[in-house]
Nanobody, 117 residues
Framework: QVQLVESGGGLVQPGGSLRLSCAASGTISRFSTMGWYRQAPGKERELVAI???????VYADSVKGRFTISRDNAKNTAYLQMNSLKPEDTAVYYC???????????WGKGTLVTVSS
């Protein structure tokens, strides 16, 4: 059973940067797709970015040019580099791993990012 654990969240001022990490207890090379999602208070969970095993990436329009998703299969870790953070980026950020579309995805428990002066 693979477990995903997020880290790197915290309080940052507008315009600042954070890097989130998603460490897997097993090998992440099994995951065809890994992604970051976020849920702000009172809102539904939304896609932030995904990356496939071949390195293809997709970003939400709201984070394009500011966030970068990556994965290091050797370290069993996925990352989300977040730059030029805005107050509206405040949310709990979740890591998701998908092996195939026929299997249930794996989710981490989330890490809180707060952007405030």
């Amino acid at each position: 059973q693979v477990q995903l654990v997020e880290s790197g969240g915290g309080l940052v001022q507008p315009g600042g940067s954070l890097r989130l990490s998603c460490a897997a207890s097993g090998t992440i090379s099994r995951f065809s797709t890994m992604g970051w999602y976020r849920q702000a208070p009172g809102k539904e969970r939304e896609l932030v970015a995904i990356i496939t095993s071949s390195g293809y990436t997709v970003y939400a329009d709201s984070v394009k040019g500011r966030f970068t998703i990556s994965r290091d299969n050797a370290k069993n870790t996925a990352y989300l580099q977040m730059n030029s953070l805005k107050p509206e980026d405040t949310a709990v950020y979740y890591c998701k791993g998908v092996i195939t579309t026929m299997t249930s995805p794996y989710w981490g428990k989330g890490t809180l990012v707060t952007v405030s002066s």
